[in-house]
């Protein structure tokens, strides 16, 4: 079974940007549609940003969009979430997961979840 491993989070001032990354093991994801999943404060987990096996379509929530992007290295086992104009409202533990199963970005879909990381952005 695949393993998903966040790392990159940490402490940022508004405005700044952080490099996320996911880096799998126990398996390849070069097949899965992958994405980026983010849990704020007191809210319900919500969909970030998905990209598609080979890496040619991509998706973002409307507050990612244009300050977000994801992208993924096969060779490397690895999916990355590049985040600038960082706001306080992007505090929130940040997931990466896996849908091996299909095209949809969506986290009803993913079926293998990393542990989280937290990013805190601070005004």
């Known amino acids: 079974q695949v393993q998903l491993l966040e790392s990159g989070g940490g402490l940022v001032q508004a405005g700044g940007s952080l490099r996320l990354s996911c880096a799998a093991s126990g398996g390849t994801i070069s097949p899965y549609t992958m994405g980026w999943v983010r849990q704020r404060p007191w809210r319900d987990r919500e969909f970030v940003a998905g990209i598609s096996w080979s890496g040619g379509s991509t998706n973002y929530a409307d507050s990612a969009k244009g300050r977000f992007t994801i992208s993924r290295d096969n060779a490397k086992n690895t999916v990355y979430l590049q985040m600038n104009s960082l706001k306080p409202e992007d505090t929130a533990v940040y997931y990466c997961?896996?849908?091996?199963?299909?095209?949809?970005?969506?986290?009803?879909?993913?079926?293998?979840w990393g542990q989280g990381i937290q990013v805190t952005v601070s005004s």
């Open positions: 997961a896996a849908n091996p199963f299909g095209s949809t970005m969506h986290p009803s879909t993913f079926e293998f």
